[in-house]
């Protein structure tokens, strides 16, 4: 990979990842009850996480930096513990991993079938571009492919969980969860841009600049972004 290219990807990791989401409000919470529920059992380490979240949600508040993420992952821990008392087993903590990785399984899925990918969606609502131009018949198959790659890795990393989670193994369930969560993601990230970018090309449709002006082919298409 040229060193051009890698300055690209860095870039385009800041645009669309750092300042959109906050790795801390998630992992953190998940990594404590992990260790404690290994060393002090399953009710210090359900009380650990909750706190651990709620902790990290004040300090967003006072630092003044956005606590959705923060107040979003405080109340899957609140939700998870409410789930681990009434099934009486430590995997409860985890089952609302399970049921969210079902349900973007299934809208990754759908949203391909449906002819609007889901990366399309979530570029947008980073970059702003003009819809509609992600649905033109010379961009979208790019955007439809890499979708559909992710909800291959979606449907892998949900039926591992379905494993471990009736193995009745928090330990195993916790670490799969945190590798297959944010490192995962990162490297699809990269892969997707990398695929995507060069599916552009291949398709040689409009780039957003060209599809805004009403430039007629042919295009030379989308050199950056994706």
Known sequence: MSQSKFRELVDEFRTVVLGKSNLADTVIPTVAF???NGTLGLDYAMWSSLLIAAVIAVLRLLRRQPVRYALGGAASVLFAIVLSRLLGRAEGY????????????????????????????TSYLARRWPLKWYWHPRVRPAYSEVTLAWAVVFGLRLWLQVVLYRADDPERFATF?????????????????????????QLAGPSVEEFEAGTPPPWQGQRRGF
């Not at 985890?94 to 990366?119: D, E, H, M, Q, Y």
């Not at 969860?177 to 090309?201: A, C, E, F, M, N």
Request: net charge positive; hydrophobic share 60%; charged share 5%.
């Open 177 to 201: 969860s945190l590798i297959g969560g944010w490192p995962t993601t990162v490297v699809l990230l990269v892969l997707s841009y990398l695929y995507g970018t060069w599916r552009l090309k």
């Open 94 to 121: 985890f089952l609302p991993t399970v049921v969210n990785g079902a349900v973007v399984f299934v809208i990754t899925l759908g949203s391909v079938l449906v002819r609007r990918p889901l990366v399309a969606w």
């Open 34 to 36: 992990l260790i404690v």
